[in-house]
């Protein structure tokens, strides 16, 4: 995107079931009873600590990280250094996966990740991880990149409901 521009937080995703093998138990994709709502992910994302990342070796071989990270107006940021094998995956390929540490409170999202260059997003970025980790990453260091992941398909499900709030957005 040419200046990093951001979706507008009035943009809601739509809420159904995911598609899952028969046998797992979940319903048809029209059932619209039990879906968790939106405002939860979104919290647990602005509530968490760490986030597991994926994505993909040049060859497709798959690279799974933990990161510290901000959700930040319906979108996820990171920040690592450019040489990091994260950011030399992402180079090569954008799609990213993330992943809350819970299995059995679980949040995924799906999306291409997009490197920061606005510098009032970087510095939004940097106050907001101030104030979350007591440490502020230097948005002019040309040795970090900034990314962010607005998603395109988000996942949650609790353990203990499974498959009954199973929920899948698009965006």
């Known amino acids: 995107m040419a200046q990093n521009k951001r979706r507008s ?27 968790l709502p939106w405002k939860r992910v979104s919290e647990q994302m602005s509530q968490a600590r760490n986030y597991w990342i994926g994505t993909a070796w040049p060859d497709g071989r798959p690279h799974a990280m933990s990161v510290w990270g901000l959700w930040l107006n319906e979108a996820f940021y990171f920040q690592t250094s450019r040489g990091s094998r994260k950011a030399r995956n992402l180079a090569d390929n954008p799609h990213l996966v993330v992943h ?5 409170d679980v949040v995924i999202l799906e999306g291409v990740a997009e490197e920061i260059t606005n510098p009032l997003l970087l510095s939004q970025f940097a106050d907001a991880y101030q104030a979350k980790y007591q440490f502020r990453p230097d948005p002019s260091d040309a040795s970090a990149v900034v990314y962010t992941l607005q998603p395109r398909v988000a996942f949650a499900w609790l353990e203990t409901d499974f498959p009954g709030g199973a929920t899948r957005w698009r965006f």
């Not at 009035?10 to 995911?18: E, F, I, L, N, V």
């Not at 809350?100 to 059995?104: A, V």
């Open 9 to 35: 937080v009035s943009t809601r995703p739509k809420p159904s079931r995911p598609e899952m093998p028969r046998e797992y138990g979940i319903k048809g994709p029209r059932s619209g009873s039990g879906l």
């Open 100 to 104: 809350l540490e819970s299995g059995d």
